[in-house]
């Protein structure tokens, strides 16, 4: 019997009501879109508060709702991946601090904005063409998570699957732009931590020594395990890596991914901007929640043996672990509303990256010069919801592809190490345009093939493939990569691109845009 036959009506009608639901709210919450500044800054009016709810909902995603808790139940996971967080909370008050005060100088919609207002008119494309990269790689691995979910608990097609969730964040986000992708967010956020919580209260309560046999069983595996302080540089979840390379990845993801930087340009000034980015951190907790998830899962399995088709799910990919017990242990309409909460996390990430695409693709497309014209305004949102239809059928081609290509690679380590090929470079540019300006791209080009090349080397994803097409034997695979954990490749690669780019760079002239703008300053 599949583990898709304990899903019930009941289950069916709760999921499909909080979808329905929320669709609502984000109808309701949508405001006035009568222009791009409307549909993709929401005017410049939220509150902090709500962008802080925003920034957390999208960083979390379904992949930590999932994948962590199938990372520590898995032999040898334990709760060292929370070193990363380290670096996560440093990268986030320098953003706060720096960046967003950068981004408020003047009306811009991207970072790409002021990295071309600073270094010339083809650093869009180049930092456009590396985000669309980025997001392709990121967020088709978040589909894949969700998916994972929803074919597990309901029995549908895994492709069917990704198309569902496709579609409904094209909706939402079609709606009402980042004002309800971000208004719908703070829902999902709510959701999210509910369902993480009535998780974790459930488990514990199942198990006969409660609390007590949780913790003793999780410590004597070693689930417990917080600091690592190996210096092995093939291992990833150490302290030195938490303190040293993940600032890079976070100041990275943060500042220069519009995934996340567009929700700062939503605020009222760069001091709420600042706040916003500053109390994300906060979401660190959530992560900590779901690692008290996986460890309790831990306990229950060594408690209550799974069947034989379980272990067999799980043997494949622990990323199955909570699925299966959301839909095997929990009675009828519970399993549907912790299913909302994966939901939730899911569709708060894609919706947040069709807005993103959609702005940096129409930026990339009018070069600037019809956003401030209110002539043209319906012919734009026409085609800010065009783009966002595009790659919202986009993204989920992409996750079905990587799907076939991946092999048994944990969510969690695929979906940073996808954006370790664009987030190094992107931020070397972004600190380049701070610290230079009019430098050219020529030190930049140079840079950044350096850094993709290193990267292809030492990351697995080409080793893999090749694997999987049986070009190479594993043994080969296993030979020839590198012994660097990819999360390195961060400061490399920004800091190779930053010292290309200024010592092989070139005087430019100053952006047309720039010009313009100072001489409205002037005037």
């Not at 979808?19 to 309701?28: K, R, Y």
């Not at 993709?40 to 909902?57: D, M």
């Not at 440093?90 to 706060?96: D, K, L, P, Y």
């Not at 069917?160 to 709606?175: H, Q």
């Amino acid at each position: 019997m599949g583990v898709y036959t304990h899903f019930k009506t009941l289950d069916w009608v709760v999921l499909v009501g909080y979808l329905l639901l929320t669709t609502w709210i984000g109808h309701a919450l949508r405001g006035k879109q009568s222009t791009i500044r409307d549909f993709f800054l929401a005017g410049r009016s939220l509150p902090w508060q709500a962008v802080c709810g925003s920034i957390i909902a999208t960083e979390i995603s379904a992949l930590t709702f999932i994948g962590v808790p199938g990372m520590v139940f898995a032999a040898g996971g334990d709760w060292t991946y929370l070193q990363w967080a380290i670096g996560s909370v440093i990268a986030r008050f320098i953003v706060g601090i720096y960046f967003a005060k950068a981004f408020f100088e003047r009306e811009i919609y991207s970072p790409y904005d002021y990295m071309q207002n600073r270094l010339g008119g083809k650093t869009r494309s180049l930092t456009t063409t590396l985000f669309f990269l980025g997001s392709i790689l990121g967020q088709s691995v978040r589909l894949l998570v969700t998916a994972i979910v929803l074919k597990t608990v309901t029995g549908l097609d895994f492709h069917l699957c990704i198309l569902i969730i496709g579609l409904f964040a094209i909706v939402w986000t079609w709606m009402g732009g980042m004002t309800t992708v971000i208004w719908t967010d703070v829902v999902q956020f709510g959701v999210f931590v509910f369902s993480g919580l009535l998780a974790l209260g459930w488990i514990v309560h199942a198990l006969p020594g409660g609390v007590s046999q949780w913790i003793d069983v999780a410590s004597t595996a070693g689930k417990f395990r917080l600091i690592d302080l190996t210096r092995d540089p093939s291992v990833g979840f150490t302290l030195w890596v938490g303190i040293l390379a993940m600032p890079f990845q976070n100041m990275a993801a943060f500042g220069t991914d519009q995934l996340n930087a567009q929700r700062m340009f939503c605020c009222r000034s760069a001091r709420d901007a600042g706040k916003a980015m500053i109390f994300s951190s906060l979401g660190q907790f959530v992560t900590i929640l779901m690692l008290c998830v996986g460890t309790a899962l831990f306990a229950y399995y060594q408690h209550f043996s799974p069947s034989p088709e379980e272990i067999s799910l799980f043997g494949s990919d622990a990323d199955y672990v909570f699925p299966v017990w959301i839909t095997t242990v929990l009675p009828a309409g519970i399993t549907g509303l912790i299913l909302a909460g994966a939901f939730a996390a899911a569709i708060s990430s894609l919706d947040s990256a069709l807005a993103a695409l959609s702005q940096a693709t129409l930026a990339l497309r009018f070069d600037g010069k019809d956003w401030a014209h209110e002539g043209s305004a319906f012919r734009m949102l026409l085609a800010s919801r065009i783009a966002v239809v595009f790659w919202g059928i986009t993204l989920p081609i992409c996750a079905i592809g990587l799907d076939h290509v991946r092999g048994n690679i944990n969510l969690v380590n695929l979906a940073f190490g996808m954006v370790s090929y664009t987030y190094g470079p992107m931020l070397g540019i972004f600190l380049l345009a701070m610290f230079r300006k009019n430098t050219g791209t020529r030190g930049v080009w140079i840079g950044l093939i350096v850094s993709i090349g290193l990267t292809l080397y030492v990351r697995p994803d080409v080793y893999t493939v090749l694997k999987n097409f049986t070009i190479i034997t594993p043994e080969q695979a296993l030979e020839w990569q590198p012994k660097l954990h990819y999360a390195w490749l961060y400061p490399i690669t920004c800091l190779l691109t930053l010292g290309c780019g200024l010592l092989f760079s070139s005087h430019v002239e100053p952006n047309i845009l720039e010009e313009k703008l100072a001489d409205g300053v002037s005037s």
